[in-house]
């Protein structure tokens, strides 16, 4: 039978993982009730939870050793992460370890096995918290960036305000007279690319337009082919599209001049990240600019307030819309 974790005690009573730290780690006081404490040390002990010193010993700082998970090293964004997350790390003593999970989102193996007394928490980036019960382990507190914030388990979430990055891009396409739009969305299923679709889908349902959705893997070669196909039928064209990253952006790009359409003449595009390619393709991209160190730093702030047995709240971090050459007004139809 599996040992009960910290994460199940805090599922079971219905609090937080940071707040079961606290009443289990006798640091309640002054910071939960009274009643709360009482609660979460008799769903403990109903479930048979004992702590796994191990893991305490780490929250008192005897590693000082941070992993942070991340879909792919391939990807410029995900280097930022981790750019600012080691940052924030040294400046208090802590190394973070960078890991990619081998299958995109998850599941990710256990890269230490038994050595996991190694680490004092866990960073994961885009990923489903149940993609990393191999990571985690009995007590590992775990932080998620870009991830769904009602998901039960996690210590505590960093987010962006992706929704307000659709609002921008659609407002901005909607201001240029864009009626007829396609969603270049990423084939992976992950809740933040979820989230990107329902947002353009409620903000272009309150407006006189039409949206279709095309998905493909996050590779220039595959976007490139999905919107060949999608843009095949003259009669059925969109005026713009809307890309959920800027490498589905870039090969939408692609995929049209193929085609003899000009853009921004006869197709406008957006991507999100303002990664170095939105400037090395021409025109250049209109996309929205996400403060990926910024995420890196405030989900290490988050972990370390988690191991100080702090509860961590923060305001989604803001993001920008940059308009550069490859949006403009819409074409006659």
């Known amino acids: 039978m599996t040992r009960p974790t910290s994460r199940d005690v805090a599922t079971a009573a219905g609090v937080s993982q940071a707040t079961v730290s606290l009443v289990l780690g006798d640091k309640w006081r002054g910071r939960v009730s009274a009643r709360t404490a009482?609660?979460?040390?008799?769903?403990?002990?109903?479930l048979g939870y004992r702590p796994n010193l191990a893991a305490r010993n780490l929250r008192l700082g005897s590693t000082r050793t941070a992993l942070l998970v991340v879909p792919a090293l391939t990807n410029e964004f995900f280097a930022r992460v981790y750019t600012g997350a080691a940052r924030?790390?040294?400046?208090?003593?802590?190394?973070?370890?960078?890991?990619?999970?081998?299958?995109?989102?998850?599941p990710a193996r256990d890269p230490f096995a038994s050595a996991r007394a190694a680490l004092d928490g866990v960073i994961a980036s885009s990923m489903a918290a149940d993609a990393l019960d191999a990571i985690g382990g009995?007590?590992?507190?775990?932080?998620?960036?870009?991830?769904?914030?009602?998901?039960?388990?996690?210590?505590?979430?960093?987010?962006?305000?992706?929704?307000?990055?659709?609002?921008?891009t659609a407002h901005h396409l909607l201001a240029h007279g864009h009626r007829h739009y396609l969603h270049l969305a990423s084939a992976v299923d992950s809740w933040t690319f979820h989230l990107r679709a329902q947002a353009l889908a409620d903000l272009l349902d309150d407006a006189p337009t039409t949206l279709r959705t095309v998905r493909a893997p996050l590779t220039v070669d595959a976007a490139r082919t999905a919107m060949e196909a999608a843009l095949a039928d003259p009669q059925a064209r969109p005026t713009a599209v809307v890309?959920?990253?800027?490498?589905?952006?870039?090969?939408?790009?692609?995929?049209?001049?193929r085609l003899g359409l000009r853009i921004p003449e006869d197709l406008s595009v957006t991507g999100i990240d303002d990664l170095a390619l939105a400037t090395a393709v021409e025109p250049e991209l209109t996309t929205v600019r996400l403060p990926a160190e910024r995420v890196g730093e405030q989900g290490m702030k988050a972990l370390l307030t988690v191991l100080d047995g702090a509860p961590w709240t923060a305001p989604d971090l803001p993001v920008e819309l940059v308009v550069r050459g490859s949006t403009g007004p819409a074409p006659a139809r």
């Open 38 to 46: 009482d609660h979460v040390r008799e769903t403990a002990t109903a």
């Open 138 to 168: 009995d007590d590992l507190p775990l932080v998620m960036l870009d991830s769904d914030p009602t998901a039960h388990g996690p210590a505590a979430h960093v987010n962006l305000d992706m929704t307000d990055a659709i609002r921008q």
């Open 88 to 106: 924030v790390a040294a400046e208090h003593g802590f190394g973070v370890v960078l890991y990619p999970s081998p299958e995109g989102t998850g």
């Open 243 to 257: 890309c959920d990253d800027d490498i589905l952006a870039a090969g939408a790009c692609k995929a049209a001049r």
